[in-house]
Every structure is written in structure tokens, then in C-alpha cells.
């Protein structure tokens, strides 16, 4: 059985590569604004972004914090290389998910075994290419801002499998440069990825807050 907590890798992979006010606060948007802003953040493959990452676990008192490159390659096919404070390197290709760590052997493990995370891999793949219709099939997609200054993207499921575990997306960004995503799981949990060059401003001990005002700081 794969567990939940394979989402937010599966999450990061995909939405951290987007050429990308509180949720709460934020309207379902007017379809064609949502599917305009979609497809102005649409954008050919191969792309590649640095990232830094803290996991805000409910079972530990410090967040977990990563950072490396994601890259898109093209279709389905995904990478995330860690490179601090390990090497680590998750690759999503022809419909499986292989994790390899140095000095340990591959793990593989097919999307067929969890059919929620091949929703997400189709939506997502339809994000970052800008197809907003085919988006707005597996998301209810709330938008404030827009695509000529600081905007917002809250995604929620529309697939109750994948609401198990996502509860929320919210993206972060500036005109069409990348800077945050967040991943509020259903448990609890969040997992705050700072995306491009604002990576590199990830706190030594990351707070929500800190994380919170960098994300909606100027770019």
C-alpha cells in the first residue's frame, strides 16, 4: 500500500516547476480569469527551478527542511533532486515513481497502485502546460490577483480520493515568476516549497510565519 505521505513528493514534483491574501478570502474565480492566468503560466519543457522545502510535521517539533532542483521533462516525466542535507533523487516516468538514495538500491513503485496520485499527475501536467479546462476538471480553483502583479492560486480536490490527503494547494506568485507553494494536507500537516531564486532565503529554523510573510513579502 502507498502511503499518504507520497503525496507532497508527487506535489512538489509537479507544482513546484510552475512559472509561478489568505485563502479563506479568495472567490471561486470567473472561469475565464482562472483559464486566462493558467495559460499565461503554461510553459515548454524541459523547465527546471531550484527549491527549498520545510514539512511541517504534526509529530515533530522542528520542521523537516530540503532543498535542490525540480525538473520537468516533458509529458509525465518528473524529477526532484535533493541535495541537502542528502542526496536523494525521485524520478516520475512512464507511469511509475522511482526514489534512489545514495548507497541504497532504486525503489520503484507503479502510479496503478495508487490511482489518486495519477489524478494529480494529469492535472498538474495539464497546469504546467496551461490547459485550464483540463485543470479545472480535478480542481475547484480560486484565484485573487492576477497575472500582472502578485496573485494567488488556491487548488481544492474535486476527487474525494485525493481529498483524503490533499486538503489544499495554494500557489504563491508574481506576474509569471515562480515563489511559494503550499500543501495542507488533510491530517494536518503542510509542506511550504520556496521556489526559484527566493529558495535561497529559506530560514535556518523555518517558521509558518516567516515562511508566510516571505511568500507574500515583494518579489
Not at 489524478?119 to 480560486?142: C, N, P
Not at 502583479?149 to 504563491?172: E, F, H, Q
Amino acid at each position: 500500500m502507498i502511503s499518504g505521505k507520497t503525496h507532497p513528493l508527487l506535489v512538489s514534483l509537479l507544482l513546484s516547476l510552475l512559472p509561478w491574501a489568505s485563502t479563506s478570502a479568495s472567490e471561486p474565480a470567473p472561469a475565464a480569469s482562472a483559464s486566462a492566468l493558467v495559460a499565461a503560466l503554461g510553459q515548454p519543457a524541459p523547465a527546471h527551478t531550484a527549491f527549498a522545502e520545510a514539512r511541517f510535521l504534526q509529530v515533530l517539533d522542528r520542521p523537516l527542511v530540503v532543498s535542490g532542483e525540480l525538473s520537468w521533462l516533458g509529458g509525465d516525466r518528473l524529477q526532484r533532486r535533493v541535495e541537502h542535507p542528502q542526496q536523494e533523487t525521485a524520478t516520475i516516468a512512464d507511469g511509475e515513481v522511482t526514489q534512489q538514495r545514495d548507497g541504497r538500491s532504486p525503489r520503484h513503485f507503479s502510479l496503478k497502485r495508487a490511482p489518486q496520485l495519477q489524478v494529480l499527475l494529469d492535472s498538474f501536467v495539464a497546469l504546467l502546460s496551461g490547459d485550464a479546462a483540463r485543470l479545472q476538471q480535478a480542481f475547484e480553483i480560486r484565484q485573487s490577483g492576477d497575472a500582472g502583479g502578485a496573485w494567488t492560486l488556491t487548488l481544492v480536490p474535486r476527487d474525494a480520493r485525493v481529498a483524503k490527503t490533499v486538503a489544499s494547494i495554494r500557489i504563491d506568485g508574481y506576474a509569471k515568476a515562480s515563489r511559494c507553494m503550499h500543501l495542507q494536507e488533510a491530517d494536518g500537516d503542510l509542506a511550504v516549497d520556496l521556489l526559484g531564486p527566493l529558495a535561497a532565503r529559506m530560514p535556518a529554523a523555518p517558521t509558518r510565519e516567516a515562511l508566510e510573510a516571505l511568500c507574500q513579502g515583494a518579489p
